[in-house]
Nanobody
Framework: QVQLVESGGGLVQAGGSLTLSCAVP????????MGWFRQAPGKEREFVAA????????YYADSVKGRATISRDNAKNTASLQMNSLKSEDTAVYYC??????????????????WGQGTQVTVSS
């Protein structure tokens, strides 16, 4: 079973930046598509960003486009999500996800096979 462990969440002021990390211990993630989702209180889990397993292709939700960057370090088996110009509406639990097959640019939950436990991001205004 693939285990994902997020870190890097916390409290940040509006306009600030944050980098979330996703470790995949014991696995080689070079063939995994990686994604980030988030869930705000009382809302459905929503797509944030995706990174294909090859070619460096990315896809972002409109709500974060231009403010977020998803990346991976295959040597360290980690994926990251950098968020800039944070807004109060970015407050949510952020989840890392891995797609073990396909192109890895999935934008819905069912495109992914493994999930982390989530890390809280709170943006104060």
């Amino acid at each position: 079973q693939v285990q994902l462990v997020e870190s890097g969440g916390g409290l940040v002021q509006a306009g600030g930046s944050l980098t979330l990390s996703c470790a995949v211990p014991g696995r080689t993630i070079g063939s995994y598509g990686m994604g980030w989702f988030r869930q705000a209180p009382g809302k459905e889990r929503e797509f944030v960003a995706a990174l294909a397993w090859t070619g460096g292709r990315t896809y972002y939700a409109d709500s974060v486009k231009g403010r977020a960057t998803i990346s991976r370090d295959n040597a360290k088996n980690t994926a990251s999500l950098q968020m800039n110009s944070l807004k109060s509406e970015d407050t949510a639990v952020y989840y890392c996800a891995a797609a073990l097959g396909g192109t890895g640019l999935g934008r819905v939950r069912t495109d992914y096979d493994a999930w982390g436990q989530g890390t809280q991001v709170t943006v104060s205004s």
